[in-house]
């Protein structure tokens, strides 16, 4: 059998391969030949076969084979074969495979070799890729080798603790004793590991820590080899750009930075010395900076005097300015870390980091976009807005979804004017607008409809942005929303805040229609200006023409939009005198709790996907057994959620009736909205809705009997109002209405209706039945709940109807007379 | 402390890798890929300094090779770039003005001055000259020829 090729050989025919079939070829050539080799245990090449085979796995070829192969190398007295075996222990195995286990009797007597580098050779290996059970075997042995005074072998040991506390965590008790001295040597690589393994023990163990930092007195001795190593001569070994050692400075003041955290003595005993490091430091090259930047980052952490603090803070500012990227992008890191602690002084920098906006480096700008976003505030709104709206519209896309995320949220939070709130959000929903998050169309319509002043401006925006560009899908969703809601002021020109526009129903119907047929929207945006249009058929007059557009779409394929369609026809068909009331316009949303993505509502248990604009419909009460196809809307719930509809300063031309309900009911005089619970919305369910939803009215009385009262009687309608405090929220008062009724005659269709103050929140749950049986044959039951947060006294205006002896009757009053503990 | 080490050309090719933590081989060759595709895609002039999963990376670019290495949150980026610029110093003195050949035909060396220099993701000697002494001296150790066949191996 010839000699197998050498390794330099092989290398350079493989070099020689044009292509990677011929490469394959040549490859898979050669370890057919190492195969047989190691089939016939050839103890002379194997050294040779195994380092090609490494070769050949840094190429990406399988090279599973060798690893057994790698161990007997090991095992063996020649230096040269131990050195690629275990080099190819460390590349081709590691503790996944149980092969490994088999090295550890080998390493075992390696770390008792009479040559030192045969030692290091062992404790290389186990300190790179030992597993727990190695680690546990041998974890003796590197403690022995830790307290040699060899200083080889003692740095290598000492690395090589830290990778068995990594891995064993309990065994670094058993490394404590040998630890006392480490600090004394004077050999840099004992210092430099010694206090790696020390930073390692104090990271994971808090009593560990304690223990160094009081009982051995660490941190002057820390201090006193630092200063030793600033103030020192040159020493050419050790040097690089005229600084001593930096490694193991770094390595100091990263300990010092654990040991000083949350301990005032300590910070103190290292204050000096960071003070002195921090101005005497050589900043010309990249090496002195980074001493800085490790200065910086211990001082910021741990308890150190504001002087210092400031001092940090200006290094930052001046590493802001410097020419080299990298320290720029290490700056803006740090402040970014600083920024809720020290923000007054971050708050100095703030142009120079908007500045960093403009850097062409992708890195750069990403650190410098989070770093604006934080320092936003209340004062800096406008200015900092500029800045970063400019920025979103220059980005990169990468950016765009996060930058316009930022800016939403900041705008939330300080928008000088609703004004400026709402032309920003434009802004970023035209520039941005199809990087925006699914989550900010329903943040931004609840925005749009709490800003009850701004209505007619910002339809009359959208509907122009619109008219531009139609393919950023968030935008479309807004503002067919707004078009759907506001299409009035739209056509009646009414805008205040600029020059209002003339525009006709049908233009306003011909965009809506557009947007239906365009190819550019996605089936959501066709749903959201399919329930537009039909909104709008109790706000514009060209009623048949919007008939004509549903209809055409209850055979649509899109199985959304077909059922949609078909239910807006049966509004127009056969519930038309329905139709003013739940086409009405949104009441003031409450904002949930949680600022997350929508809440979705519960009902009965099941969540309901939150596509807001089927949920859109204000409903009003309506017995369960009417109006079925409507009630599927809501996933087949037999609890009709109501609301009582409020209207904001302008009546909407349908459902004025509802408005007078509320004539004067607010206590504080103010515009008579009462925010009333839209359950159908996702975004705005205040949360004593979701409570007990799955079930009826709560009929265990479990708390204190509240006395009954009669609050209606007349023509011989009596209502009756009981009482239950809803156990999870003693601020809801549950109460239940009992209708009854003496007359002759039944009364049908009988609807009853409530509205509350301002401070109060009501919720009507669905009647038991429509009808009234005549002389007290029975009554009709209705839940009413109400959130009452403010505990003040209860008042109620109510509108009865019902059709009695063939005529309809209708009435309103007011209740007074609710007893004390119903709202205490 | 370092998680990887990656040395590899212009083309993309590996030149060396090193691993401070257990990796399969199948995600060791997918973060060998999707390193050298950030890095490479680079602009010359941006900064060393990259952001991937929950890791710093900081690559520099020597002649014809790339050294890229990934680094934990608590580690020191600019000291890092003076980690891998001592590394290339170490290898520029064992070779003598080294050069990518070198690395390709001397990997095993390459290996052995790294070992010299980190363990465990972390520096092992600051001093420049005691690696070499190292090497030189463990390299008196290695047989020749003669001695390797005449020894007994086990």
């Known amino acids: 059998m010839p000699a197998p090729i050498r390794l330099r050989e092989l290398i350079r025919t493989i070099r020689t391969a044009r292509t990677q079939a011929e490469e394959r070829e040549m490859i898979q050539k050669e370890c057919a030949a190492i195969r047989s080799s190691f089939r016939e245990e050839d103890n002379t090449y194997r050294c040779r076969n195994v380092a090609k085979l490494l070769y050949m796995h840094m190429l990406g070829y399988p090279a599973h084979f060798g690893q057994l192969e790698c161990l007997k190398l090991i095992a063996s007295q020649k230096f040269t074969d131990k050195r690629i075996g275990y080099l190819g222990a460390m590349l081709l195995l590691d503790e996944r ?43 003796g042995e590197v403690e022995k080798l830790l307290k040699t005074s060899n200083s080889y072998l003692r740095k290598k040991a000492a690395l090589c603790a830290v990778h068995v506390i990594r891995k064993v965590p309990e065994l670094m008790e058993m490394f404590l004793p040998a630890t006392k001295n480490l600090l004394s040597e004077k050999n840099h690589g004992v210092l430099h590991t010694s206090v790696v393994l020390l930073t390692e023990m104090c990271e994971r163990s808090p009593d560990m820590l304690l223990h160094f930092r009081k009982v ?156 604006s976003f934080a320092l936003v505030n209340g004062n800096n709104i406008r200015g900092m807005m500029k800045e970063l709206l400019y920025f979103l519209d220059s980005c990169d896309p990468e950016f765009k979804a996060d930058c316009a995320s930022g800016v939403f949220l900041a705008a939330e939070k300080y928008a000088p004017s609703k004004r400026w709130h709402i032309d920003t959000i434009m802004r970023v929903l035209t520039t941005a607008g199809s990087y925006v998050r699914d989550d900010s169309v329903p943040n931004l319509i609840q925005l749009i409809t709490n800003s009850v002043e701004m209505h007619a401006y910002t339809v009359q925006r959208l509907y122009k942005a619109l008219l531009d560009d139609i393919s950023q899908q968030p935008l479309v969703q807004v503002s067919s929303w707004c078009i759907g809601e506001y299409g009035d002021l739209l056509v009646s020109g009414q805008c205040e805040e600029e020059e209002p526009i003339q525009v006709t129903e049908d233009e306003v119907l011909d965009v809506l229609e557009g947007l239906l047929v365009s190819n550019l929207s996605t089936p959501v945006t066709r749903g959201y200006s399919l329930t537009a249009i039909m909104k709008l058929s109790t706000r514009f007059s060209s009623v048949n023409r919007i008939k004509k557009v549903v209809s055409i779409y209850s055979s649509s394929i899109d199985v959304e939009l077909q059922q949609r369609a078909v239910e807006y026809n049966a509004l127009f068909k056969k519930y038309d005198h329905m139709r003013p009331a739940l086409l009405e316009r949104m009441p003031i949303m409450e904002k949930t709790a949680s600022n997350g993505p929508t809440e979705i509502m519960q009902t009965n248990g099941e969540t309901e996907p939150s596509v807001p604009d089927t949920k859109h419909l ?207 | 402390m370092l998680r990887f080490l990656l040395l590899f050309s212009r083309q993309g090719k590996l030149r060396l890798q090193k691993w401070f933590t257990p990796v399969t081989e199948r995600e060791k060759k997918k973060v060998i890929r999707e390193m050298t595709l950030m890095v490479l895609a680079r602009p010359p002039c941006s900064c060393n300094f990259l952001h991937w999963r929950d890791l710093k990376i900081v690559y520099k ?27 290339v110093e170490l290898l520029d003195k064992y070779f003598g003005n080294v050069c990518e050949l070198d690395i390709i035909f001397n990997f095993e060396k390459a290996y052995f001055i790294l070992d010299e220099f980190l363990m465990g993701g972390e520096i092992l000697e600051t001093s420049k000259t005691a690696v070499g002494i190292a090497m030189e001296e463990a390299e008196t150790l290695q047989e020749t020829m003669e001695e390797y066949m005449s020894k007994p191996t086990y």
């Open chain 2, 61 to 87: 670019r020597y002649a014809s090779l790339y050294f890229c290495c990934g680094l934990e949150d608590q580690d020191n980026e600019l000291l890092t770039l003076e980690v891998l610029h001592r590394y």
């Open chain 1, 216 to 371: 051995c007195l660490l941190v002057p001795q820390l201090v006193r080899i630092l200063k030793n190593l600033i103030m020192s001569g040159y020493s050419p070994e050790h040097d690089v750009s005229g600084i001593s050692d930096p490694f193991l400075q770094v390595r100091i003041l990263r300990l010092l930075r654990i040991l000083g955290r949350s301990d005032d003595d300590s910070s103190e005993a290292m204050n000096d010395i960071l003070a002195q490091v921090a101005t005497n430091t050589e900043t010309s090259k990249n090496v002195g900076n980074a001493i800085l930047y490790e200065t910086v980052l211990t001082i910021m952490d741990i308890k150190s005097e504001s002087g210092l603090r400031v001092l940090a803070i200006n290094i930052l500012g001046r590493f802001l300015l410097n020419n080299d990227k990298n320290i720029r992008y290490v700056a803006l890191t740090s402040l970014l870390k600083t920024v809720q602690t020290d923000h007054n002084a971050v708050q100095r920098h703030r142009s120079t980091i908007v500045d960093c906006l403009k850097d062409l480096d992708v890195s750069i700008k990403r650190r410098a976009m989070e770093l």
């Open chain 1, 97 to 139: 495979q149980d092969v490994h286990l088999l090295m550890t009797n080998c390493i075992k007597n390696d770390l008792n070799h009479s040559t030192q580098y045969v030692q290091g050779l062992a404790l290389c290996t186990l300190g790179c890729m030992g597993s727990s059970e190695m680690c546990r075997d041998l974890a």
């Open chain 1, 618 to 824: 204000p409903l009003v009460t309506q017995p369960a057994n009417q109006a079925n196809d409507l009630l599927d809307l809501l996933g087949g719930n037999d609890v009709v959620p109501v609301i009582q509809t409020t209207l904001p300063t302008k009546p909407a031309s349908a459902g004025g009736e509802l408005l007078d309900l509320l004539g004067d009911l607010s206590l504080t005089g103010g515009p008579t909205v009462v925010p009333a619970p839209a359950p159908s919305v996702p975004v705005s369910q205040p949360p004593f809705l979701l409570d007990g939803l799955s079930s009826q009215p709560l009929f265990n009385d479990t708390s204190a009997a509240i006395p009954p009262m009669t609050a209606y009687s007349k023509n011989g309608l009596k209502i009756e109002f009981t009482f239950e405090r809803a156990n999870p929220n003693p601020n809801i008062a549950v109460i239940t209405i009992h209708a009854t009724n003496t007359t002759e005659a039944d009364m049908t269709e009988f609807v009853f209706q409530a509205a509350v103050p301002k401070t109060f929140q009501l919720q009507l749950l669905s009647p038991s039945s429509n009808i009234v049986p005549a002389l007290n044959q029975g009554s009709v039951t209705q839940v009413i709940r109400v959130l009452n947060p403010q505990k003040q006294q209860l008042r109620m205006r109510v509108k009865l109807t019902y059709t009695h002896k063939g005529s309809p009757v209708q009435d309103l009053a007011e209740v007074n007379n609710f007893p004390p503990q119903s709202w205490q």
